[in-house]
């Protein structure tokens, strides 16, 4: 069965990066200890980043962390969906208006203007002829930024949220969740402790 799937990386005091954040600087000031678990030798830690992008039929992101990975120093041939797996599924960004240029034009892009609905919409079209093609389940998998992902639980259009805990106080950067986000009961369904991050994976009642 296909799930809409959040799955972002998180510090302890709850924030996505660190201040600055963009082009060029994409975890922000002080941020990369936020994705130390994604580039881990720990097996268990691979096997997670593995199993994530084996299970993405379609992912979305907002425009900004688009703008991010397509910059010149953004994802390439040796890092990029699922760090070192570069994965390709196909790719939907919500955004206000389509670029003008795209550098990474042999990965599968569509742009939704209408709005985060109609996007997890698209992504869930995307989903179904992937999941045909492969004869297996797959998921939509919602990979931030935190802005996007906060919006999509607040609207109820997340089912799985899967949360990738850090051992790291940033003080300050992009927060997950902002202050007036509505209710949300949450099902925990796993936890796994490794070397680097704690994972959490919850249904979102």
Do not use: K
């Not at 972002?8 to 994705?35: Q, R």
């Not at 999509?152 to 969740?177: C, N, Q, R, W």
């Amino acid at each position: 069965m296909t799930r809409v799937v959040a799955d972002i990386t998180v510090s302890l005091d709850g924030y996505v990066t660190g201040p600055g954040a963009g082009p060029g600087n994409g975890l922000g000031d002080g941020g990369e200890p936020l994705h130390e678990w994604v580039f881990s030798d720990d097996p268990a830690d691979q096997q997670l980043l593995a199993e994530g992008n084996a299970r993405s039929g379609a992912v979305l992101m907002g425009r900004h962390l688009f703008d991010v990975i397509d910059a010149p120093d953004g994802w390439s041939d040796e890092l990029g969906y699922g760090a070192r797996e570069v994965g390709r599924p196909p790719f939907v960004v919500v955004t206000g208006a389509p670029p003008e240029h795209v550098r990474l034009t042999e990965l599968d892009w569509t742009f939704v203007t209408t709005g985060l609905a109609d996007a997890v919409a698209v992504a869930r079209e995307r989903v179904a002829a992937a999941s045909a093609e492969s004869g297996r389940d797959l998921d939509v998998v919602l990979m931030g930024g935190g802005a996007l992902v906060g919006s999509a639980v607040a609207a109820g259009l997340v089912e799985t949220l899967s949360l990738h805990l850090a051992p790291v106080i940033l003080g300050s950067g992009t927060p997950l969740f902002t202050e007036g986000a509505p209710l949300r009961r949450l099902r925990q369904r796993s936890v796994l402790v490794t070397s680097t991050a704690t994972h959490l994976t919850y249904d979102v009642l």
